[in-house]
T-cell receptor, first 114, second 111 residues
């Protein structure tokens, strides 16, 4: 079983839809949770960065972390064709011998069609 | 003013050759990383350096040798390339163990 599970999709939605992306994890030591967006043939771009449980909002993006359920989500409101990309969740415990090590989910391929 | 840059962008080579990939960051970060992304887009850490000191060395074949000449640079040298080394290699950097910023990637194809 992988430490971080993410449904690879693909996910196809119409423009303007609300998109929900999710990851589950097994390592209770994870404290930092990130979402990256990766366009085709580009490097991952950091979208959201959260510590511990709770919600964080940035424009059309909302990240949620539920440590008790070991479950994180990314919501995209009013989705646009420019949001079409692969979305990667990543986690870290940021301590000890795992200093800075990010463990990634497999990524979800999202297509927003006009 | 690219934050994290890598060279080359594409690398096509024959099995058995030795090649290097270079990474530079101008963010003033003290920690740098190498990640490998396979054909299924799965990203996995290979190495990390903090202030030029090796911190993380995942179970990577010893044909892969990272070198950090200074805090702004982290190079990856690969000996005796194999078909299975074909992947996209990403460099990243962060301040301590914080937010990581990725480079554009180097697409390595071993024939």
């Amino acid at each position: 079983q992988k430490e971080v599970e993410q449904d690879p999709g693909p996910l196809s939605v119409p423009e303007g839809a609300i998109v929900s992306l999710n990851c589950t994890y097994s390592n209770s030591a994870f404290q930092y949770f990130m979402w990256y967006r990766q366009y085709s043939r580009k490097g991952p771009e950091l979208l959201m960065y959260t510590y511990s449980s709770g919600n964080k909002e940035d424009g059309r993006f909302t990240a949620q972390v539920d440590k008790s359920s070991k479950y994180i989500s990314l919501f995209i409101r009013d989705s646009q064709p420019s949001d079409s990309a692969t979305y990667l969740c990543a986690m870290s415990d940021a301590g000890g011998t795992s200093y800075g090590k990010l463990t990634f989910g497999q990524g979800t391929i999202l297509t927003v069609h006009p | 003013d690219t934050a994290v840059s890598q060279t080359p962008k594409y690398l096509v080579t024959q099995m058995g050759n030795d090649k290097s990939i270079k990474c530079e960051q101008n963010l003033g970060h003290d920690t740098m990383y190498w990640y490998k992304q396979d054909s299924k887009k799965f990203l996995k850490i290979m190495f990390s350096y903090n202030n030029k000191e090796l911190i993380i060395n995942e179970t990577v074949p010893n044909r892969f040798s990272p070198k950090s000449p200074d805090k702004a640079h982290l190079n990856l040298h690969i000996n005796s390339l194999e078909l299975g080394d074909s992947a996209v290699y990403f460099c990243a950097s962060s301040l301590s163990a914080g937010r990581q910023f990725f480079g554009p990637g180097t697409r390595l194809t071993v024939l």
